[in-house]
């Protein structure tokens, strides 16, 4: 996204990575909307992550989905024993506003699109309530970049440099 186009959004700005690590720091309860149980996907790789490197307590939704990774998945935000502090989603950024909607209905703190899905309406939505929002950003690699974790995930190994070797 140029910078240009952040600009067009009125009321939001990207959070700065520091912003972004206070906002990882007090979140406790992520809930992932569009969590899926087969593994080449995304989600799949967050969660496997998330679960074994974070603290969080995962609270995962999808309705065609019952159990990921031996936790329970809820066929929506609403059907969620907790009102989660964050919010990240995996779903086409045409249906962002209205998953955004329900997350601050809800109480949500905090809204996160995935890597790739950008959302003007969300931002404006989540602006107008107080609520934080990130855009086009991986949640792992957030969490791994802030808490030394990059090597877990494949990077930061030093495997592939752009140094000649000697």
């Known amino acids: 996204m140029a910078e240009s186009e952040y600009a067009a959004i009125d ?4 959070p700065t990575a520091r912003e972004r690590q206070t906002l990882l720091e007090r979140t406790s309860t992520v809930a992932i ?3 899926s149980s087969k593994p080449a996907r995304a989600s799949n790789f967050v969660i496997t992550y998330l679960k074994s490197s974070s603290n969080f307590r995962l609270l995962l939704v999808n309705p065609s989905e019952t159990e990921i990774l031996g936790l329970p998945v809820y066929p929506s935000l609403a059907d969620l024993p907790e009102t989660p502090d964050m919010v990240d989603v995996f779903r086409r950024p045409d249906d962002c506003p209205a998953i955004a909607e329900e997350a601050i209905g809800m109480g949500a703190q905090s809204i996160w699109l995935q890597l790739g899905i ?3 309406e969300v931002a404006r939505l989540a602006a107008a309530a107080g609520r934080s929002v990130v855009m086009d950003r991986c949640l792992k690699i957030e969490h791994a ?3 030394g974790g990059l090597h877990l995930a494949g990077f930061d190994t030093g495997l592939i440099s752009s140094r000649r070797a000697r």
């Open 118 to 120: 950008w959302s003007p």
């Open 33 to 35: 909307v569009g969590a």
């Open 145 to 147: 970049r802030f808490h």
């Open 11 to 14: 009321g939001w700005e990207p």
